[in-house]
Protein backbone atom coordinates (compact mmCIF):
# COMPACT_ATOMS: atom_id res chain seq x y z
CA UNK A 1 0.00 0.00 0.00
CA UNK A 2 1.14 3.65 -0.41
CA UNK A 3 1.29 6.51 1.59
CA UNK A 4 2.29 10.32 1.21
CA UNK A 5 5.30 11.46 2.78
CA UNK A 6 7.65 14.50 2.55
CA UNK A 7 11.11 13.11 1.13
CA UNK A 8 14.65 13.72 0.11
CA UNK A 9 18.00 12.02 -0.79
CA UNK A 10 19.99 14.85 -0.88
CA UNK A 11 21.27 17.82 1.48
CA UNK A 12 19.99 21.65 0.23
CA UNK A 13 18.01 23.92 1.06
CA UNK A 14 14.38 23.14 2.07
CA UNK A 15 13.44 22.64 -1.89
CA UNK A 16 15.39 19.73 -1.93
CA UNK A 17 12.25 18.15 0.11
CA UNK A 18 9.57 16.95 -2.61
CA UNK A 19 6.14 15.20 -1.34
CA UNK A 20 6.14 11.81 -3.15
CA UNK A 21 4.00 8.33 -3.38
CA UNK A 22 5.99 6.47 -1.08
CA UNK A 23 5.47 3.05 0.11
CA UNK A 24 3.92 2.50 3.44
CA UNK A 25 6.17 0.98 6.09
CA UNK A 26 4.80 -3.04 7.56
CA UNK A 27 5.62 -2.94 11.65
CA UNK A 28 8.00 -5.04 12.66
CA UNK A 29 7.40 -7.28 15.56
CA UNK A 30 8.28 -4.82 18.39
CA UNK A 31 6.46 -1.84 16.18
CA UNK A 32 3.22 0.03 16.18
CA UNK A 33 2.01 1.42 12.70
CA UNK A 34 0.80 4.67 13.64
CA UNK A 35 -1.40 7.07 10.86
CA UNK A 36 0.09 10.29 11.18
CA UNK A 37 -2.31 13.42 12.33
CA UNK A 38 0.01 15.48 13.41
CA UNK A 39 4.22 16.19 13.38
CA UNK A 40 6.17 19.24 14.37
CA UNK A 41 9.27 21.12 12.94
CA UNK A 42 12.59 21.32 15.18
CA UNK A 43 16.49 22.97 14.56
CA UNK A 44 17.30 19.61 13.90
CA UNK A 45 14.71 19.00 10.52
CA UNK A 46 16.42 21.94 8.92
CA UNK A 47 20.01 21.40 9.98
CA UNK A 48 19.11 17.78 8.52
CA UNK A 49 17.75 19.01 5.31
CA UNK A 50 21.26 21.26 5.07
CA UNK A 51 23.41 18.62 6.68
CA UNK A 52 25.08 22.02 8.48
CA UNK A 53 26.92 22.09 10.66
CA UNK A 54 28.86 19.68 8.97
CA UNK A 55 29.50 17.95 12.46
CA UNK A 56 25.83 16.66 12.40
CA UNK A 57 26.80 14.24 9.35
CA UNK A 58 29.71 12.77 10.92
CA UNK A 59 27.35 12.05 13.54
CA UNK A 60 25.60 8.98 11.56
CA UNK A 61 23.38 11.29 9.59
CA UNK A 62 25.43 10.36 6.38
CA UNK A 63 28.58 12.17 5.03
CA UNK A 64 27.53 12.61 1.45
CA UNK A 65 24.01 12.52 1.20
CA UNK A 66 21.25 11.97 4.07
CA UNK A 67 20.55 8.61 5.76
CA UNK A 68 16.78 9.11 6.70
CA UNK A 69 14.65 10.05 3.67
CA UNK A 70 11.83 11.44 5.90
CA UNK A 71 12.98 13.36 8.70
CA UNK A 72 9.77 14.81 11.86
CA UNK A 73 10.90 13.60 14.64
CA UNK A 74 8.01 14.03 16.77
CA UNK A 75 4.68 12.33 16.11
CA UNK A 76 1.36 12.39 17.30
CA UNK A 77 -1.55 10.08 15.71
CA UNK A 78 -3.88 6.81 16.10
CA UNK A 79 -2.05 3.10 16.19
CA UNK A 80 -3.53 1.50 13.12
CA UNK A 81 -1.49 -2.03 13.42
CA UNK A 82 0.33 -3.52 15.78
CA UNK A 83 3.47 -6.06 15.70
CA UNK A 84 3.23 -9.33 17.49
CA UNK A 85 5.50 -8.81 20.43
CA UNK A 86 3.75 -5.35 21.19
CA UNK A 87 2.45 -5.33 24.55
CA UNK A 88 1.15 -1.54 25.32
CA UNK A 89 -0.69 -0.22 22.61
CA UNK A 90 -3.69 -1.86 20.36
CA UNK A 91 -5.55 -0.48 16.84
CA UNK A 92 -7.08 2.50 17.73
CA UNK A 93 -5.23 3.96 20.33
CA UNK A 94 -4.16 7.70 20.11
CA UNK A 95 -0.39 8.11 20.89
CA UNK A 96 2.23 11.03 20.71
CA UNK A 97 6.16 10.42 20.51
CA UNK A 98 9.42 10.64 18.73
CA UNK A 99 11.43 8.48 15.73
CA UNK A 100 12.72 9.99 12.59
CA UNK A 101 9.56 9.69 9.55
CA UNK A 102 6.57 11.84 11.06
CA UNK A 103 6.66 13.63 7.67
CA UNK A 104 4.03 11.05 5.99
CA UNK A 105 0.91 9.80 6.47
CA UNK A 106 2.16 6.52 8.22
CA UNK A 107 5.27 6.00 10.33
CA UNK A 108 6.23 2.39 11.98
CA UNK A 109 7.89 2.81 15.58
CA UNK A 110 9.46 0.60 18.13
CA UNK A 111 6.52 1.08 21.04
CA UNK A 112 8.72 2.65 23.37
CA UNK A 113 9.07 5.58 21.37
CA UNK A 114 5.25 6.43 22.29
CA UNK A 115 3.22 6.78 25.23
CA UNK A 116 -1.02 7.19 25.18
CA UNK A 117 -1.89 10.78 23.74
CA UNK A 118 -3.33 12.90 26.96
CA UNK A 119 -6.97 13.14 26.31
CA UNK A 120 -7.68 16.64 27.11
CA UNK A 121 -4.67 17.94 24.35
CA UNK A 122 -5.19 18.07 20.80
CA UNK A 123 -2.76 15.75 18.07
CA UNK A 124 -1.04 18.57 17.05
CA UNK A 125 -0.46 20.31 20.64
CA UNK A 126 0.20 16.15 21.41
CA UNK A 127 2.87 16.83 18.10
CA UNK A 128 4.56 20.17 19.50
CA UNK A 129 5.54 18.63 22.82
CA UNK A 130 8.21 15.36 22.03
CA UNK A 131 11.50 17.10 21.14
CA UNK A 132 10.98 20.80 22.77
CA UNK A 133 9.64 20.00 25.78
CA UNK A 134 11.67 17.20 26.48
CA UNK A 135 14.94 19.22 26.05
CA UNK A 136 13.64 21.17 28.27
CA UNK A 137 12.82 18.89 31.26
CA UNK A 138 15.73 17.54 30.67
CA UNK A 139 18.19 20.49 30.72
CA UNK A 140 15.93 22.17 34.04
CA UNK A 141 15.65 18.69 35.78
CA UNK A 142 18.32 16.10 35.09
CA UNK A 143 21.50 18.96 34.48
CA UNK A 144 19.91 21.88 36.57
CA UNK A 145 18.62 19.82 39.31
CA UNK A 146 15.93 22.43 39.98
CA UNK A 147 13.90 23.25 42.88
CA UNK A 148 11.23 24.89 44.29
CA UNK A 149 11.68 29.25 44.79
CA UNK A 150 15.09 29.14 43.07
CA UNK A 151 15.49 31.88 40.14
CA UNK A 152 15.81 30.48 37.28
CA UNK A 153 15.79 32.43 34.16
CA UNK A 154 15.30 31.02 30.45
CA UNK A 155 17.07 33.07 27.85
CA UNK A 156 15.13 32.23 24.35
CA UNK A 157 11.57 31.95 26.32
CA UNK A 158 9.42 32.48 23.26
CA UNK A 159 10.95 29.36 21.12
CA UNK A 160 9.09 26.02 20.68
CA UNK A 161 12.02 24.84 23.73
CA UNK A 162 11.72 27.96 25.96
CA UNK A 163 8.12 28.11 26.04
CA UNK A 164 7.94 24.67 27.10
CA UNK A 165 10.86 25.78 29.55
CA UNK A 166 9.24 28.79 31.49
CA UNK A 167 6.01 26.59 32.23
CA UNK A 168 7.86 23.12 33.22
CA UNK A 169 9.63 25.46 35.57
CA UNK A 170 6.84 27.15 37.17
CA UNK A 171 5.33 23.64 37.35
CA UNK A 172 8.53 22.96 39.55
CA UNK A 173 7.67 25.92 41.82
CA UNK A 174 10.48 28.09 40.67
CA UNK A 175 10.70 31.75 40.15
CA UNK A 176 10.63 32.26 36.20
CA UNK A 177 12.43 35.30 34.58
CA UNK A 178 11.76 34.87 30.58
CA UNK A 179 14.19 36.57 28.32
CA UNK A 180 13.14 37.06 25.15
CA UNK A 181 12.35 40.35 22.39
CA UNK A 182 9.66 42.79 22.80
CA UNK A 183 6.66 41.73 20.59
CA UNK A 184 6.55 38.26 22.92
CA UNK A 185 6.71 39.21 26.15
CA UNK A 186 2.42 39.41 26.49
CA UNK A 187 3.07 35.25 25.19
CA UNK A 188 5.50 34.45 27.66
CA UNK A 189 3.90 36.12 30.56
CA UNK A 190 0.51 34.39 29.37
CA UNK A 191 2.19 31.07 29.98
CA UNK A 192 3.60 31.86 33.68
CA UNK A 193 6.70 34.10 33.63
CA UNK A 194 7.58 36.14 36.62
CA UNK A 195 9.84 38.89 35.23
CA UNK A 196 10.13 39.22 31.33
CA UNK A 197 13.39 41.13 30.25
CA UNK A 198 13.45 42.12 26.62
CA UNK A 199 16.92 41.16 25.03
CA UNK A 200 16.67 44.39 22.55
CA UNK A 201 16.39 47.20 25.37
CA UNK A 202 18.49 44.99 28.40
CA UNK A 203 21.56 42.99 28.56
CA UNK A 204 20.41 40.27 31.49
CA UNK A 205 24.18 39.91 32.26
CA UNK A 206 24.94 42.99 33.26
CA UNK A 207 22.05 44.12 35.08
CA UNK A 208 23.68 42.56 38.64
CA UNK A 209 20.66 39.87 38.84
CA UNK A 210 21.64 36.49 40.55
CA UNK A 211 19.89 33.33 38.92
CA UNK A 212 20.19 29.91 40.78
CA UNK A 213 19.46 28.79 37.30
CA UNK A 214 19.91 29.82 33.95
CA UNK A 215 18.63 28.04 30.92
CA UNK A 216 19.96 29.00 27.53
CA UNK A 217 17.65 27.73 25.23
CA UNK A 218 18.21 30.14 22.29
CA UNK A 219 20.28 33.53 21.74
CA UNK A 220 24.10 34.33 22.60
CA UNK A 221 26.42 35.76 25.67
CA UNK A 222 29.53 34.85 26.18
CA UNK A 223 30.06 32.22 28.53
CA UNK A 224 31.54 34.42 31.30
CA UNK A 225 29.01 36.61 31.42
CA UNK A 226 26.19 33.85 31.92
CA UNK A 227 28.78 32.60 35.07
CA UNK A 228 28.33 36.48 36.19
CA UNK A 229 24.56 35.95 36.67
CA UNK A 230 24.91 33.18 38.60
CA UNK A 231 24.59 32.92 42.14
CA UNK A 232 27.77 31.28 44.45
CA UNK A 233 26.66 27.98 43.62
CA UNK A 234 24.19 28.51 40.30
CA UNK A 235 24.16 26.27 37.48
CA UNK A 236 24.04 27.02 33.70
CA UNK A 237 22.25 25.03 31.35
CA UNK A 238 22.99 25.46 27.14
CA UNK A 239 20.91 23.28 25.04
CA UNK A 240 20.51 25.85 22.34
CA UNK A 241 21.80 29.06 20.21
CA UNK A 242 24.38 30.52 18.20
CA UNK A 243 27.89 27.75 17.73
CA UNK A 244 29.88 30.12 19.72
CA UNK A 245 27.28 29.68 22.75
CA UNK A 246 27.50 25.52 22.36
CA UNK A 247 30.91 25.09 21.75
CA UNK A 248 31.48 27.50 25.11
CA UNK A 249 29.55 25.41 26.84
CA UNK A 250 30.67 22.01 25.77
CA UNK A 251 34.23 22.84 25.80
CA UNK A 252 35.05 25.97 28.40
CA UNK A 253 31.87 24.81 30.29
CA UNK A 254 33.41 21.81 32.21
CA UNK A 255 37.19 23.77 32.82
CA UNK A 256 35.00 26.69 34.41
CA UNK A 257 33.30 24.44 36.70
CA UNK A 258 36.38 23.09 38.29
CA UNK A 259 36.68 26.41 39.71
CA UNK A 260 34.29 27.44 42.64
CA UNK A 261 30.79 26.29 42.96
CA UNK A 262 29.15 27.44 39.70
CA UNK A 263 28.17 24.88 37.14
CA UNK A 264 28.05 25.41 33.57
CA UNK A 265 27.41 22.98 30.66
CA UNK A 266 26.02 21.71 27.79
CA UNK A 267 22.93 19.30 27.81
CA UNK A 268 21.93 16.97 24.62
CA UNK A 269 18.51 15.44 24.95
CA UNK A 270 17.93 11.67 24.91
CA UNK A 271 13.77 11.39 23.69
CA UNK A 272 12.79 8.66 26.36
CA UNK A 273 9.29 6.89 27.36
CA UNK A 274 9.67 7.89 30.54
CA UNK A 275 9.89 11.85 30.02
CA UNK A 276 7.44 11.12 27.38
CA UNK A 277 5.03 9.58 30.29
CA UNK A 278 6.37 12.50 32.75
CA UNK A 279 4.91 15.11 30.10
CA UNK A 280 1.93 13.31 29.80
CA UNK A 281 1.20 13.82 33.80
CA UNK A 282 1.96 17.70 33.29
CA UNK A 283 -0.47 18.07 30.26
CA UNK A 284 -3.20 16.17 31.85
CA UNK A 285 -3.11 18.38 35.05
CA UNK A 286 -2.94 21.57 32.82
CA UNK A 287 0.56 22.60 33.93
CA UNK A 288 1.94 23.15 30.47
CA UNK A 289 -0.12 23.68 27.80
CA UNK A 290 1.60 23.73 24.05
CA UNK A 291 2.01 27.46 22.07
CA UNK A 292 1.33 26.71 18.79
CA UNK A 293 2.62 29.67 16.03
CA UNK A 294 1.88 28.48 12.64
CA UNK A 295 0.19 24.92 11.44
CA UNK A 296 1.04 23.69 7.91
CA UNK A 297 -0.60 20.75 5.57
CA UNK A 298 2.18 18.11 4.95
CA UNK A 299 2.76 19.65 1.73
CA UNK A 300 3.91 22.37 2.97
CA UNK A 301 6.27 20.88 5.25
CA UNK A 302 9.56 23.06 3.31
CA UNK A 303 7.57 26.27 3.80
CA UNK A 304 7.60 25.32 7.72
CA UNK A 305 10.99 24.44 7.52
CA UNK A 306 11.72 28.19 5.97
CA UNK A 307 9.90 29.40 8.66
CA UNK A 308 11.16 27.92 11.80
CA UNK A 309 14.72 28.58 10.14
CA UNK A 310 14.15 32.51 10.38
CA UNK A 311 14.74 31.81 13.79
CA UNK A 312 11.41 33.72 15.51
CA UNK A 313 8.80 31.22 16.02
CA UNK A 314 6.62 32.08 18.47
CA UNK A 315 6.27 28.58 20.12
CA UNK A 316 6.17 25.71 18.20
CA UNK A 317 5.40 24.97 14.47
CA UNK A 318 3.06 22.33 13.78
CA UNK A 319 2.43 20.16 10.61
CA UNK A 320 -1.13 18.85 10.36
CA UNK A 321 -1.19 15.65 8.62
CA UNK A 322 -4.29 14.08 8.30
CA UNK A 323 -7.54 15.23 10.04
CA UNK A 324 -8.95 11.87 12.30
N1 LIG B 1 20.35 20.16 23.02
C1 LIG B 1 19.29 19.55 22.48
O1 LIG B 1 19.08 18.34 22.70
C2 LIG B 1 18.34 20.35 21.65
C3 LIG B 1 17.05 19.90 21.39
C4 LIG B 1 16.18 20.72 20.68
C5 LIG B 1 16.64 21.94 20.20
N2 LIG B 1 17.92 22.32 20.41
C6 LIG B 1 18.43 23.62 19.95
O2 LIG B 1 17.79 24.60 20.74
C7 LIG B 1 17.70 25.82 20.00
C8 LIG B 1 16.33 26.40 20.16
O3 LIG B 1 15.36 25.50 19.68
P1 LIG B 1 13.89 26.01 19.54
O4 LIG B 1 13.08 24.87 19.03
O5 LIG B 1 13.44 26.69 20.76
O6 LIG B 1 14.10 27.09 18.38
P2 LIG B 1 13.10 28.16 17.80
O7 LIG B 1 11.70 27.82 18.17
O8 LIG B 1 13.43 28.33 16.37
O9 LIG B 1 13.53 29.50 18.56
C9 LIG B 1 13.01 30.69 18.10
C10 LIG B 1 12.89 31.66 19.26
O10 LIG B 1 14.19 32.03 19.72
C11 LIG B 1 14.15 33.42 20.06
N3 LIG B 1 15.44 34.08 19.94
C12 LIG B 1 16.17 34.25 18.81
N4 LIG B 1 17.30 34.94 19.10
C13 LIG B 1 17.27 35.20 20.42
C14 LIG B 1 18.15 35.88 21.30
N5 LIG B 1 19.28 36.45 20.86
N6 LIG B 1 17.82 35.95 22.59
C15 LIG B 1 16.69 35.41 23.05
N7 LIG B 1 15.81 34.76 22.27
C16 LIG B 1 16.09 34.66 20.96
C17 LIG B 1 13.17 34.00 19.07
O11 LIG B 1 12.60 35.15 19.60
P3 LIG B 1 12.68 36.54 18.79
O12 LIG B 1 12.04 36.31 17.45
O13 LIG B 1 11.92 37.47 19.64
O14 LIG B 1 14.14 36.88 18.66
C18 LIG B 1 12.15 32.89 18.85
O15 LIG B 1 11.01 33.03 19.67
C19 LIG B 1 18.12 25.49 18.58
O16 LIG B 1 19.45 25.97 18.44
C20 LIG B 1 18.11 23.97 18.53
O17 LIG B 1 19.06 23.47 17.63
C21 LIG B 1 18.77 21.57 21.15
Redesign the pocket.
Not at 158 to 162: A, E, F, H, P
Not at 311 to 314: D, L, P, Q, T, V
Given at each position: MKMKAIVYTKYGSPDVLELKEVERPTPKDNEVLVKVHAASI???DWHLVRGKPFLIRLMGYGLLKPKIKILGADIAGRVEAVGRNVKQFQPGDDVYGCNWGSFAEYIAVPEDALVLKPANVTFEESAAVP??AV?ALQALRDKGHIQPGQKVLI??A?????TFAVQIAKSYGAEVTA???SG?LDMVRSIGADHVID?TQEDFTKSGQRYDLIHA????HPILDYRCALSPKGIYVM???SMAQLFQAMLLGPLISMIGSKKMGF???KICQKDLAFMKELLEAGKVKPVIDRRYPLSEVPEAIRY?EE????GKVVISVEPL
Open positions: NAAMATNGSGGVGVCSKYANGYTGGKTALGHAR
